[in-house]
């Protein structure tokens, strides 16, 4: 090869690597550059060094010269490449350079779930008639579940079709265990711990085999309600759900009772709300059973009370207009974000 020659393809070399050096968008295709042109073993500047051997005698300083000249060069290029590429393994800024002075991308904010916000305003609202809040166990025994509430062995609510039993509950010996199928297993728990006067709500899940459809859904969220006191009367009751209407709802609110029947509550009623001149059914009530109160070692000559538990979903879906909940449990966020 003639000098000339030599000399020629090493600048060409040389003009090809800083362009590719440039080009190099990240740190894998600035490494995949590198190994191409400055590679050890195949690189294209050691395959253009064995030219070296091929020309004349007397060029072959000159020839020399020149090639350390080139390899510096395309060194020096891929050494700034590296440090436009930050520390080495950053990517190569590609777009234009931070300007500080723009204002910043707004991150997208999230919140609290419908019911979630439902239930802490539910407990801000009783709160304020001087309800505290108690809570219970969502897995239950049937003490709690059933038998304090007065719901006897052989009465259909207990029917194991009815309830989410835990088939391992029965497997360690520990008694049967099922999840609550209604939150007033949490007056017994009060009860138990307190003497009267006793004023609680509670708030949280229920679980029954139901078939999910606009109205029913296997897990739902019950507001329990209990107050026991001297002298307390289903006046009480009713005036106590007409304040706690209107403080949901706002505005024109309608209470109606209906007779009805629970074990634990005598005399029970099924309590209808009105609210822009629809009737919607929100749960039951009534007075305290005596037997309850026996159970828990309450003097029913002493003491008298009245209990509630409403459907959490069905209150919030009236509100805001839901006619599905099951809307509340698919995670849309088309959904979700209207609240
Ligand atoms: N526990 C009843 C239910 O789930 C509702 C209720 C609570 C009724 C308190 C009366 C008193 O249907």
């Known amino acids: 090869m003639s000098l000339a020659s030599f000399l020629a393809e090493l600048d060409a070399l040389a003009a090809e690597a800083v362009k590719a050096f440039a080009a190099a968008m990240d740190a894998a295709a600035l490494e995949a550059a590198r190994v191409e042109y400055l590679g050890a073993k195949s690189g294209k500047l050691k395959d253009a060094q064995k030219g070296l051997g091929t020309v004349g ?20 290029a891929f050494a700034a490449a590296q440090e436009r590429a930050g520390s080495g393994d950053a990517a190569v800024s590609s777009g234009p350079p931070f300007d ?14 419908p019911l979630t916000q439902t239930i802490d305003e539910l407990k801000d609202i009783m709160g304020r008639l001087g309800f505290s809040v108690a809570q219970g166990p969502e897995i239950e025994d049937e003490r709690h579940n059933f038998e304090a509430l007065n719901i006897p ?20 010996g520990a008694g049967p265990m099922l999840l609550r199928s209604q939150t007033s297993t949490v007056q017994i728990r009060v009860m138990e711990a307190q003497r ?33 006191d001297k002298h307390v009367t289903m006046a009480d009751l009713k005036s106590t759900l007409r304040l706690f209407a209107k403080s949901y709802f706002g505005g024109e609110v309608h209470i109606r009772f209906r007779p009805s029947f629970f074990p634990f509550t005598e005399p029970s009623v099924e309590v209808d709300m009105q609210w822009h001149d629809r009737w919607i059914e929100m749960g039951g009530a009534g007075m305290v059973d005596p037997n309850v109160l026996r159970a828990v070692g309450y003097d029913p000559d002493e003491v008298s009370g009245f209990a509630f538990g409403l459907g959490v979903e069905r209150v919030c879906a009236r509100r805001h207009h839901v006619t599905d909940i099951r809307e509340f449990y698919r995670n849309d966020v088309r959904f979700l974000e209207q609240f």
Do not use: C
């Open 57 to 76: 005698k007397d060029d072959k300083p000159a020839a020399g010269k020149k090639f350390n000249e080139v390899k510096q060069a395309v060194e020096a």
């Open 100 to 113: 500080p002075s723009q204002p910043g991308a707004r991150p997208r904010l999230g919140h609290l779930h």
């Open 153 to 172: 062995q052989a009465h259909p609510a207990r029917d194991p079709l009815e309830n989410f039993y835990l088939a391992t509950a029965e497997k360690l």
């Open 196 to 228: 009267p006067p006793v004023r609680i709500i509670s708030l949280g899940r229920v679980y029954r085999p139901d078939t999910a459809d606009a109205t029913h859904y296997p897990m739902f969220h019950q507001i329990e309600g209990l107050l026991v």
